[in-house]
């Protein structure tokens, strides 16, 4: 009769955490490879263009920065959904989900800010160094006409900085909480 009464279990798995481990674990992995798989079908698309193109060099520089920001995006995907598999606290689980994935969203704020500071300021440079999303680069394109690529480059490093430490900020803001309220538990 049990295997019929399929809520205790269910209430089971919520209580101890698992179903939510699982889930955003799970989530961030397939992220992970639906990326890889744009990722692959862009980076054939843009290797026709290099082998056919005439700016083969900047063509080059640009796919290189995309396939480095891309990998360290993935990387960084899957390093946090294993980290979040092994979260082993029951009381605390969610809590602990949503620090592993802020200080993610830090770090993937960092490396696509920086990313898009580097294209947009070789870019302004004089390269014909395409971004990831043609569509962003058409929303940029006037609002950088007259500034200066050192500027750019500079205010897009800090803040693409900024956003690394502001996501491990708050993530340890909320791991001290945590910590906080796990000590003043009665034993």
Not at 54 to 81: D, Q
Not at 150 to 171: K, R
């Amino acid at each position: 009769m049990e295997r019929f009464l399929f809520i205790y279990n269910l209430l089971a798995a919520l209580s101890d955490g698992r179903l939510f481990r699982s889930l955003f674990s799970t989530l961030l992995r397939v992220l992970s490879v639906a990326l890889i798989i744009y990722l692959i079908g862009d980076t054939i698309e843009r290797w026709q263009e290099i082998y056919y193109g005439n700016e083969i060099t900047t063509l080059f520089i640009g796919e290189m920065i995309r396939i480095l920001s891309g990998y360290a995006v993935i990387h960084l995907m899957l390093l946090r959904a294993a980290e979040i598999h092994t979260l082993s606290n029951p009381l605390y689980t969610l809590s602990e989900v949503i620090t592993v994935i802020i200080r993610l969203s830090g770090e993937l704020l960092f490396i696509i800010t920086l990313s898009i500071t580097i294209t947009t300021t070789l870019q302004l440079l004089g390269l014909n160094v395409q971004l990831l999303i043609p569509e962003l680069a058409k929303i940029i394109s006037p609002l950088l006409e007259h500034k200066s690529a050192l500027w750019i480059g500079v205010a897009g490093t800090g803040l693409s900085f900024l956003f690394l430490v502001a996501g491990h900020f708050a993530s340890e803001l909320l791991e001290m909480i945590l910590r906080l309220s796990r000590n003043s538990e009665p034993r």
